[in-house]
């Protein structure tokens, strides 16, 4: 597949990749119809953020159809049309069970090395550095959606892509 991949500050290319798969019962595989450039895309390209690591994919603002679902997962099926926000959350730790997914305690593997730098841990998020969990983003054909029953949600009849596609990020922050 073709996605948007970071090859050091500046240098950020469209390249042929490995097609994401399902990894655990928890995720879904989505074909991507709809994927947006956040500012804070920005401080990845600009070398700001200096956690990316060569072939990391970019994005955390997409959506799209669900094509394939882990055996675990409830809520989703094949077809399905999905937004995904940009935060990994577990819904289950303290903070996801008061409703600020951004702070999710259990799903970024950088928190030890975020902390250091920002004080506080953080959620994983797709495509934003591996200080937010290394997790390849949404700029590409297909991607990989963590813990699916939780972090994505169906796109009401009614809405276009264009109209849904702010729900990822712009809208939340």
Do not use: W
Not at 14 to 35: A, G, Q, Y
Not at 112 to 118: G, T
């Amino acid at each position: 597949m073709k996605a948007v991949v970071f090859h050091g500050t500046g240098d950020v290319r469209t390249e042929t990749v490995s097609d994401p798969r399902i990894e655990t019962p928890t995720d879904c595989v989505i074909k991507v119809t709809r994927t947006a450039l956040c500012g804070s895309d920005l401080h990845l390209y600009d070398g700001y953020n200096t956690a990316m690591k060569e072939g990391d994919i970019l994005g955390h603002e997409f959506m799209g159809e669900v094509v394939e679902v882990g055996k675990d997962v409830k809520k989703l099926h094949p077809g399905d049309r999905i937004v995904v926000p940009f935060a990994i959350a577990d819904g289950t730790c303290e903070h996801c069970r008061h409703h600020m997914f951004s702070l999710c305690e259990t799903t970024n593997p950088g928190n030890e090395e975020l902390i250091k730098v920002n004080g506080y841990p953080a959620a994983a998020l797709y495509g934003y550095s591996h200080l937010y969990g290394g997790i390849p983003g949404g700029q590409a054909e297909y991607a990989r959606v963590l813990l699916a029953d939780t972090n994505a949600f169906k796109v009401p009849e009614g809405l276009d892509d264009e109209q849904a596609l702010f729900i990822t990020d712009i809208f939340p922050t």
